[in-house]
């Protein structure tokens, strides 16, 4: 594989992980099911047969 097409495929996935993501969290907030003025939140990485292991934290500010 090129590393054109292995960087292809990697914003591909990133852009379904990003897309999908947002859907989720913009859906957990119009639903109310949370409180307060921030949502904490917290993303792991991790792959099949792999070592990787990968969280990135952070907080929401919501409206």
Known sequence: MSDDAFNMSI????K??????QRKIEETVRNGRI????LK????L????TDLNHVVEGEI???
């Not at 914003?11 to 990133?14: D, H, I, S």
């Not at 991790?46 to 047969?49: P, W």
């Open 11 to 14: 914003r591909k996935f990133l």
């Open 61 to 63: 500010e919501l409206p």
């Open 35 to 38: 409180g307060g003025k921030t």
């Open 41 to 44: 939140v917290r993303m792991t």
């Open 46 to 49: 991790t792959a099949d047969d």
């Open 16 to 21: 379904e992980v990003g897309v999908t993501s």
